[in-house]
T-cell receptor
Framework: DTAVSQTPKYLVTQMGNDKSIKCEQNLGHDTMYWYKQDSKKFLKIMFSYNNKELIINETVPNRFSPKSPDKAHLNLHINSLELGDSAVYFC?????????????FGSGTRLTVV | AQSVTQLDSHVSVSEGTPVLLRCNYSSSYSPSLFWYVQHPNKGLQLLLKYTSAATLVKGINGFEAEFKKSETSFHLTKPSAHMSDAAEYFC????????????FGQGTTLQVKP
């Protein structure tokens, strides 16, 4: 019944590794997002997909690559992990892209790079 | 460009007393504004949203916010704090265009003392 689900919830990995985070929504929304929350709890958008098409690509290192196989899924792959990548990553979805529509957020993936 | 400033990084109230969390925004057009709450180690939950309808917006759990264009403010209030209100609160403005991008404030930590 979870509207936006992310896996895994926790991820601890060594520097240099490659890892993926998966996100799925069962709300029928067209738009999905990845946000990063840093250690000071600041949230910033990374990517957004609307019906499988990339519409937002903020200034994010190209080690981060999102993939949307269909509009219900948005995965995030990270290559060559660095210590600074440690953060909480939130997936979210909204009915349509555009202001005025709140998001539904997943519960987050806490990534720790050691 | 759109931005939000949360005027207090930390607010402490006693249980049963009123809550006021302050937010100012900057937007070159009529914005959509939101308040989200994040409980410890949890995802983000939408409390309420303003989308150019009534300026006084009622949300969940007894929270409300008033949009004041002349003051560019969107403060969050609750008449009587409950222990379960202790959390991080984010004021959010929608970005320009039809991307659905949300711009988050820095967050306000609400502490509720017994």
């Amino acid at each position: 019944d979870t509207a936006v689900s992310q896996t895994p919830k926790y991820l601890v990995t060594q520097m240099g590794n490659d890892k993926s985070i998966k996100c799925e929504q069962n709300l029928g929304h067209d738009t999905m997002y990845w946000y990063k929350q840093d250690s000071k709890k600041f949230l910033k958008i990374m990517f957004s997909y609307n019906n499988k098409e990339l519409i937002i690509n903020e200034t994010v290192p190209n080690r981060f690559s999102p993939k949307s196989p269909d509009k219900a899924h948005l995965n995030l792959h990270i290559n060559s992990l660095e210590l600074g990548d440690s953060a909480v990553y939130f997936c979210a979805s909204s009915a349509i892209a555009g202001g005025g529509h709140g998001y539904t957020f997943g519960s987050g993936t806490r990534l720790t790079v050691v | 460009a759109q931005s939000v400033t949360q005027l207090d990084s930390h607010v402490s109230v006693s249980e049963g007393t009123p809550v006021l969390l302050r937010c100012n925004y900057s937007s070159s057009y009529s914005p959509s504004l939101f308040w989200y709450v994040q409980h410890p180690n949890k995802g983000l939950q939408l409390l309420l949203k303003y989308t150019s309808a009534a300026t006084l917006v009622k949300g969940i759990n007894g929270f409300e916010a008033e949009f004041k264009k002349s003051e560019t403010s969107f403060h969050l209030t609750k008449p009587s704090a409950h222990m379960s209100d202790a959390a991080e609160y984010f004021c959010v403005v929608s970005g320009s265009g039809n991307t659905g991008k949300l711009i988050f404030g820095q967050g306000t930590t609400l502490q509720v003392k017994p």
